[in-house]
Nanobody, 121 residues
Framework: EERLVESGGGLAQPGGSLRLACLAS????????IGWFRQAPGKGREGVSC????????YYADSVKGRFTLSSDNAENVVYLQMNSLKPDDTAVYFC??????????????RGQGTQVTVSS
């Protein structure tokens, strides 16, 4: 069965850190680009960080540059999103997805259920 499962969400204080993990089964990272997206209440989906289907640079949204880092452990089929210097505006449901992305845009193949991140004092 092909699926993506996120973990690592929760409550963090402003300025704090969280690390999200996305475990893939049934697919491999050399088949698809992997991205982290988020959706806050009342807002549209935002591409946070994505690898590129063409093997180009990793994309980061301007709102997270310098604070978030995407990495992967291909042997374990896990993609991480390290989130530092968290802000209340980072509060959202975060989900990972696999697809054919460039700068987090493009056809999606599969997505996970999502994990809640809340940044509040």
């Amino acid at each position: 069965e092909e699926r993506l499962v996120e973990s690592g969400g929760g409550l963090a204080q402003p300025g704090g850190s969280l690390r999200l993990a996305c475990l893939a089964s049934g697919i491999t990272f050399d088949e698809y680009a992997i991205g982290w997206f988020r959706q806050a209440p009342g807002k549209g989906r935002e591409g946070v960080s994505c690898t590129s289907s063409s093997g180009g640079r990793t994309y980061y949204a301007d709102s997270v540059k310098g604070r978030f880092t995407l990495s992967s452990d291909n042997a374990e089929n896990v993609v991480y999103l390290q989130m530092n210097s968290l802000k209340p505006d980072d509060t959202a449901v975060y989900f990972c997805a696999a697809g054919f992305y460039r700068d987090c845009s493009g056809p999606e193949y599969i997505r996970g259920q999502g994990t809640q991140v809340t940044v509040s004092s």
